[in-house]
């Protein structure tokens, strides 16, 4: 396994194993692995000849008052799970390799960006979608891997894939959970063994919202309010959103049936999680 | 040569042109080709193994006042011209094909979309970059040629292509002319004869610039004042921009140091026209 920081080295790379005619899988990552991305790349591994992981904490995806400067970081165990998964090649550029002084391009959409965590994080889904835009531009892989606990990403990146016609497969991947039910993130690193135990809340709200849905509500708003009665019952946690939205279009629904995005965001302390689920 | 309606198409002949080692370039147009697009055709059929041809008359980067219906199309011709060029494939997709209902996804910058042509048409960069970001995914060409005529044009698309990472070479191509100066342009055929006569003051208004720059007139102020006049002189014309401004910034610039690009655009009648040269 390859470390490369050049956009030229992945380039070089990925065209030898074209010419080959070896597919390439890609994991897009910001690194501090864990066992959800680690899914990811056993996916990607499991389904293409060769497999590219990026990381890169992208700082055009963070807003002003975000945890850019303390978001986790440590390439030596990611490098170490990377090769240990099968990866191939890892993609690990410093910013000013992506980001040139007089950088002013960006990729944005009209839809899907506004509700859920683009409310609370207005201009981070143009710092995904953009970043999102050069690395496919630079690996070129026929499947990208990404985690449904970040389920708006998912649904964003799946539109402008289709919308911009780039020619890869996006593929979501189920989210992976603590034995506990806390779902996998690399900010679960910020919590304290309080918060920890705290942050459980996010899990046993959403099966508190299937077990309503289990016994047959619909009413979207009755689901919520006792999904948001469930957090606010634990101290530690303040609810950023909780909502009921249409899988595909991201809208409100007021009853649940078609697919609808169960997904909620807690702050647990200063830490911000998400969770959610989507409806049978 | 073939004319494709649908992207899968286009895919699937450029794949096979790729398994079989052969490089693609690429004339992206919106038809009604001229010996301009001509140009680009016979540059693109001598640098490339195979080249394709666009023509898509792009919605998303009309105003709504402007001239979207009424612009020239003829497939015919055009098809005509195209393989007498020795171009291997048209693409020609419908606005459904290229716009699905839900769309909504878009490509934009922050720098060089403001001056010049952006002023005067707010969302027209946007839609350029967004079809040939498409156009390029579509068709993954190695090399794309582009004119000089449209100078912003060129110069956001070059910045676009090297912030997103764009595997393609863009390359710019002289602005081809009438005999009598007029640069070639679909927008042309709008001219009455008498119009046509008075849109030699584009022409004639540049030379003059050249003129004051070959005697050592360095104040762009005084540049853009002497063009203005010749063009007022004109009583068919009316000025939509006089501007000289650094050619790669496109920032305006003060004084003629480094490459500065020379642009205008002018109506005559109700017709739109646009000309421009770089310093050396």
Same mark, same amino acid.
């Given at each position: 396994? =390859? ?28 690194? !501090? ?9 056993? =996916?990607?591994?499991?389904?293409? #000849? ?14 002003? +008052?975000?945890?850019?400067?303390? !978001?986790? &970081? ?15 090649? %890892? ?12 950088? +002013? ?20 889904? &143009? ?17 990208? !891997?990404?985690? $449904? =606990? #970040? ?6 990146? $799946? ?11 996006? %593929? ?31 899990? &046993?709200?959403?099966?508190?919202? =299937? ?29 950023? !959103? ?5 899988? &595909?279009?991201?809208? $409100? ?28």
């Amino acid at each position: 396994m =390859k470390i490369a920081a050049t956009v030229e080295e992945i380039r070089s790379a990925v065209k030898a194993w074209k010419k080959e005619g070896l597919s390439v899988g890609f994991v897009p990552t910001m690194g !501090y692995l864990h066992e959800g991305h680690q899914s990811l790349m056993q =996916k990607a591994v499991s389904e293409n #000849d060769r497999v590219v992981v990026s990381i890169f904490v992208n700082p055009m995806q963070f807003g002003p +008052s975000e945890d850019l400067e303390s !978001y986790p &970081r440590d390439l030596e165990k990611d490098a170490t799970l990377c090769e240990a998964s099968g990866v191939d090649l %890892i993609f690990h550029p410093e910013p000013k390799e992506m980001y040139h002084p007089d950088f +002013s391009s960006f990729v944005d959409m009209h839809s899907l960006t506004d509700s859920l965590c683009g409310k609370s994080r207005p201009a981070h889904f &143009r710092g995904v979608c953009t970043v999102v835009t050069k690395l496919f531009n630079i690996v070129q892989p026929d499947r990208a !891997y990404f985690g $449904q =606990k #970040d389920a708006q990403q998912l649904a964003v990146i $799946q539109q402008m894939v289709r919308d911009l016609n780039m020619d890869v497969t996006v %593929i979501g991947c189920p989210i992976i959970r603590e034995a506990d039910g806390l779902a996998k993130s690399s900010r679960n690193s910020y919590l304290s063994a309080d918060e920890r135990k705290a942050a459980l809340v996010l899990s &046993r709200a959403l099966e508190v919202a =299937k077990q309503l849905l289990a016994n047959g509500e619909r009413d979207a708003a009755k689901i919520r309010n006792t999904v948001s009665e469930t957090i606010q019952a634990e101290s530690m946690a303040k609810i950023d !959103y909780v909502e009921l939205v249409d899988a &595909r279009t991201l809208q $409100q629904v007021d009853s649940v049936e078609r697919p609808v995005l169960v997904a909620l965001a807690v702050y647990i302390g200063k830490t911000r999680l998400i969770d959610n689920f989507i409806t049978e």
